[in-house]
């Protein structure tokens, strides 16, 4: 069993759609949970974290983390074409675990 | 601010040849890290430098990879000899400390086939 698993889609979806990406975990010693964008040839960059459980929103972004169920979520409000890439989400723990974990990227396409 | 750079930004080699990538990472940066990023997987960290020194090799196949971080700036990754399943991306990485390495930054990466 992989420590982060990630449905890998592909997702399509219109534009203006509400897009959900959730990604699950098994180590308990996370504490730090982010979620990358990675375009086409390019490399990940970041888009949000979250410490420990709670909502975290930017924009049109919120990110989720649950703890207690071991579940991390991303949604997109009001998607657009130029959101079309692969998420991914990292996660890593404090002192010795500091190493991210990342899931497998889930590929979403903004149908215009 | 310039990025992280990379380059090639392509490689095509035959087993059993040998590689090497270069990372130039963001001015000031002190960590440096790179990964392999298999096609539909995330990447996997191979190898952390803390300035020029080591922090965490534990996921480098030390048989056939090399890396160096020369005066805690640029880095060179080697692969020697290359087999068929290190055909991926290698992306290189930078983050300005060690405690905030949630926020990395990635070049555009150098994509491997080996044949």
């Known amino acids: 069993q992989k420590e982060v698993e990630q449905d890998p889609g592909p997702l399509s979806v219109p534009e203006g759609a509400i897009v959900s990406l959730n990604c699950t975990y098994s180590?308990?010693?996370?504490?730090?949970f982010m979620w990358y964008r990675q375009y086409s040839r390019k490399g990940p960059e970041l888009l949000m974290y979250t410490y420990s459980s709670g909502n975290k929103e930017d924009g049109r972004f919120t990110a989720q983390v649950d703890k207690s169920s071991k579940y991390i979520s991303l949604f997109i409000r009001d998607s657009q074409p130029s959101d079309s890439a692969t998420y991914l989400c990292?996660?890593?723990?404090?002192?010795?675990?500091?190493?991210?974990?990342f899931g497998s990227g889930t590929q979403l396409t903004v149908l215009p | 601010e310039a990025g992280v750079a990379q380059s090639p930004r392509y490689k095509i080699i035959e087993k059993r040849q040998s590689v090497a990538f270069w990372c130039n990472p963001i001015?000031?940066?002190?960590?440096l890290y790179w990964y392999q990023q298999i096609l539909g997987q995330g990447p996997k960290l191979l190898i952390q430098?803390?300035?020029?020194?080591?922090?965490?090799d534990s996921q480098l196949p030390k048989d056939r990879f090399s890396a160096e971080r020369l005066k805690g700036v640029d880095s060179t990754l080697k692969i020697q000899p290359a087999k068929l399943e290190d055909s991926a991306v290698y992306l290189c990485?930078?983050?300005?400390?060690?405690?905030?390495?949630?926020?990395?930054?990635f070049g555009p990466g150098t994509r491997l086939t080996v044949t």
């Open positions: 180590n308990s010693a996370f504490q730090y």
């Open positions: 430098f803390q300035n020029n020194g080591v922090v965490d």
């Open positions: 001015s000031g940066h002190a960590t």
């Open positions: 990485a930078s983050s300005p400390l060690a405690l905030s390495s949630y926020e990395q930054y």
């Open positions: 990292a996660m890593r723990g404090t002192r010795s675990a500091r190493q991210l974990t």
